[in-house]
């Protein structure tokens, strides 16, 4: 995804599901556009964050 639509999901109030690499279940707790970075949290421990680049996650589309 690209760091504009990772701020989108950041400032819904829905629950937009989102996976790191495809794989881990994340949350996104920031979004720096200019580096295109984010701060996430893995799985449900809110001590497992990391800094990863946004083309690491993948909008989980509703069916």
Not at 16 to 38: C, F, K, T
Request: glycine letters at 4%.
């Amino acid at each position: 995804m690209d760091a504009n639509r990772a701020k989108q999901i950041l400032e819904m109030k829905d629950t937009v599901p989102v996976r790191l690499d495809g794989e881990q279940s994340v949350w996104i707790e920031s979004v720096d556009v200019a580096n295109s970075m984010a701060t996430v949290q893995v799985g449900t421990n809110p001590l497992n964050t990391q800094t990863v680049a946004v083309d690491r996650l993948i909008e989980e589309k509703k069916h």
